[in-house]
């Protein structure tokens, strides 16, 4: 199966910690991205995780994985205004040639 | 730089009328994508093209049409059968499918209306 999910909205306040949360279904996943959205135009690659790792660190972003429950998420620390977006996780599959499954996005509100 | 151009930014297409959106890429990337953006719905994929003059069928491709006769470019037509085409619609692409980590790169999106 291809279902990645996602809940739809997070707001946080500013200088707080943001936690983004991500399902998917297929075990088989090798690598699982995290993509980000501003209003109005394409989505910008932020970070990606291989399958055989537990977590990746990337200046404030943070990314766990835990296959066994094959969950994905994505903490953002010192959250600011300008991260406010929407936040959009997708894995790819062997069998997928290269093509990305998409979960729906999370919006990310943050508050000053 | 190197990147992908979506051209035009805003579009509007009359009942009856085909429109064509336009996507050039100068990364070297073997594969291309266009996607359809709703509000709330995430990204639907059309179609995908992994190699020049070869293109498979995405989730949702009836009412569109594409090609890929050069590397670079993956146009995307939206015909009349497309009934209800307003979106927001991106393009992208990766390197060749042989490698295991080849992440989408994406444009910034036309914006396509209903006159």
């Known amino acids: 199966g291809e279902d990645v999910e996602q809940s739809l909205f997070l707001s946080v306040r500013e200088g707080d910690s943001s936690v983004i949360n991500c399902t998917y279904t297929d075990s088989s996943s090798t690598y699982l991205y995290w993509y980000k959205q501003e209003p109005g135009a394409g989505l910008q690659l932020l970070t990606y995780?291989?399958?055989?790792?537990d977590m990746k660190q990337d200046q404030r972003l943070t990314v766990l994985l835990n296959k066994k429950d094959k969950h994905l998420s994505l903490r953002i620390a010192d959250t600011q205004t300008g991260d406010s977006a929407i936040y959009f996780c997708?894995?790819?599959?062997?069998?997928?040639?290269?093509?990305?499954?998409f979960g729906r996005g999370t919006q990310l509100t943050v508050w000053p | 730089d190197g990147g992908i151009t979506q051209s035009p930014k805003y579009l509007f297409r009359k009942e009856g009328q085909n429109v064509t959106l336009s996507c050039e890429q100068n990364l070297n990337h073997d594969a291309m994508y266009w996607y359809r953006q709703d509000p709330g719905q995430g990204l639907r994929l059309i179609y995908y093209?992994?190699?020049?003059?070869?293109?498979q069928k995405g989730d949702i491709a009836e009412g569109y049409s594409v090609s890929r006769e050069k590397k670079e470019s993956f146009p995307l037509t939206v015909t009349s059968a497309q009934k209800n085409p307003t979106a927001f619609y991106l393009c992208?692409?990766?390197?060749?499918?042989?490698?295991?980590?080849?992440?989408?790169?994406f444009g910034d999106g036309t914006r396509l209306s209903i006159l």
């Open positions: 992208a692409s990766s390197m060749n499918r042989l490698y295991s980590n080849q992440p989408q790169h």
């Open positions: 093209s992994q190699i020049v003059n070869d293109f």
């Open positions: 995780i291989f399958s055989n790792m």
């Open positions: 997708a894995e790819t599959l062997p069998s997928s040639l290269g093509r990305l499954y």
